[in-house]
């Protein structure tokens, strides 16, 4: 199986595009997206931006790992090649984060929530919108490293290797044999997740 050519159009990796595309420009058009886009974002909300990230991936990836021993099918995923949890503690260290002192914002505890009941198939509409992310984030890590930031390591996890992980996951994404429920269930999960994303970043640019 090829991983460059584009998803068919009634494939889940498609399905999720689509149904997202509204929420999805919702999020990219918040000003917290616009001062990591151009390196201007400040110290306080950076390190509050990864935080709510880290209590968020902490909880998926604790899921995904109850999840793998329910649903033999997302093995092929090789999910925790993607996890993002130490990513984020080295980050979070790096800029002298006290773990213990972190507290959800609404949008974050949504979105816990909405992970905490998840399916396992439903996870993956959740985790379509961060792996989704992370081809962006490589940008922003590129402003944000030339504004002197070096707490990277979440919003450039693979360097050069992102793109071909993006394909791979895209391609085994669609080779599974998801049911109708469960792909529409995908689809309103992560709907929801850009929701609690949008609503996250409004807050962490308030405060």
């Known amino acids: 199986m090829t991983t460059s050519a584009a998803p068919k159009a009634d494939s889940i990796m498609a399905r999720l595009k689509a149904g997202t595309a509204a929420q999805h420009a919702v999020a990219e058009s918040k ?16 390190q509050k931006y990864l935080a709510q990230r880290w209590l968020i991936h902490r909880e998926l990836e604790n899921a995904t790992d109850l999840a793998l021993k329910s649903d033999s099918r997302l093995l092929s ?5 993607l996890y993002q949890t130490q990513n984020l503690e080295t980050d979070l260290a790096q800029l002298k984060t006290d773990l213990r002192s972190i507290q959800p914002l609404p949008g974050a505890s949504h979105l816990i929530q909405e992970i905490h009941q998840a399916k396992p198939a ?3 509409g959740i985790y379509y919108v961060f792996e989704g992310s992370k081809n962006g984030a490589r940008y922003i890590s590129k402003s944000l490293a030339k504004a002197g930031q070096t707490a990277l390591r ?18 085994d994404m669609d080779a599974i044999d998801w049911t109708a429920t ?26």
């Open 31 to 46: 000003p917290l997206e616009a001062a990591l886009i151009q390196g201007s974002i400040g110290h306080a909300q950076y």
């Open 77 to 81: 995923l090789q999910l925790p090649t």
């Open 122 to 124: 439903t996870l993956m």
């Open 154 to 171: 979440y919003l450039d996890p693979h360097g050069e290797e992102q793109r071909p992980l993006w394909l791979k996951f895209r391609a």
């Open 182 to 207: 469960e792909q529409d269930e995908m689809v309103q999960a992560a709907q929801a997740t850009f929701d609690a994303i949008s609503s996250l970043d409004d807050a962490i640019h308030a405060g």
